[in-house]
T-cell receptor
Framework: EAQVTQNPRYLITVTGKKLTVTCSQN?????MSWYRQDPGLGLRQIYY???????DKGDVPEGYKVSRKEKRNFPLILESPSPNQTSLYFC??????????????FGPGTRLTVT | DAKTTQPPSMDCAEGRAANLPCNHS???????VYWYRQIHSQGPQYIIH???NNETNEMASLIITEDRKSSTLILPHATLRDTAVYYC???????????????FGKGTLLTVNP
């Protein structure tokens, strides 16, 4: 089944403890992206990747890192999480990062709480 | 990208057609209209997109006015599982890189009632 998977689905952690949220897609997609969703603010893009070893900042990259060493994986790294990073996170992928590729596929989400 | 305006909420009876409006009066000639939906706290799901002509797929129909300043998403026979937030998004057709992201507004919460 074609899908985007994220792990963990739920995570409660403490301020400053490094964490990684994994994202994997099995559709051989070139484009991958991370969004966060907060009440009243909608979905905002954190980072995106057009292809392997190519990543770039989205609208809200502060406090996050990403890597794209393999086509299928795009982990989101929080080196020193803070309470304002408590949010619902979504990974998405698309065949390519250009307008010719219309549909973006989203993962199930990771609900992160930083205390 | 052009801004969109959607009603915050709508109700629909199960089995009836749900018609969700979207206003995009500042849309440019090279911008498509996309619709996604998000069932409570799940990942958004693509529904349909269009440029000028009306479009239909297995999920829905998209009606775009001749002046392209507004559109309507139609779910022909709404079910309880169609209860979700529906997002209308306008984006340049051939945008890439940083412009490829989807900008989600607040959307319309559609509640399908039994």
């Amino acid at each position: 089944e074609a899908q985007v998977t994220q792990n963990p689905r739920y995570l409660i952690t403490v301020t400053g403890k490094k964490l990684t949220v994994t994202c994997s897609q099995n559709m051989n997609h070139e484009y991958m992206s991370w969004y966060r969703q907060d009440p009243g603010l909608g979905l905002r893009q954190i980072y995106y990747s057009m292809n392997v070893e190519v990543t770039d900042k989205g609208d809200v990259p502060e406090g996050y890192k990403v890597s794209r060493k393999e086509k299928r994986n795009f982990p989101l790294i929080l080196e020193s999480p803070s309470p304002n990073q408590t949010s619902l996170y979504f990974c998405a992928s698309s065949l390519s990062g250009t307008g010719s590729s219309v549909e973006q596929y989203f993962g199930p989400g990771t609900r992160l709480t930083v205390t | 990208d052009a801004k969109t305006t959607q009603p915050p909420s709508m109700d629909c009876a199960e089995g009836r057609a749900a018609n969700l409006p979207c206003n995009h009066s500042t849309i440019s000639g090279n911008e498509y209209v996309y619709w996604y939906r998000q069932i409570h706290s799940q990942g958004p799901q693509y529904i349909i997109h269009g440029l000028k002509n009306n479009e239909t797929n297995e999920m829905a129909s998209l009606i775009i006015t001749e002046d392209r300043k507004s559109s309507t998403l139609i779910l022909p026979h709404a079910t309880l599982r169609d209860t979700a937030v529906y997002y209308c998004i306008v984006r340049v057709a051939n945008s890439g890189g940083s412009n490829y992201k989807l900008t989600f507004g607040k959307g319309t919460l559609l509640t399908v009632n039994p």
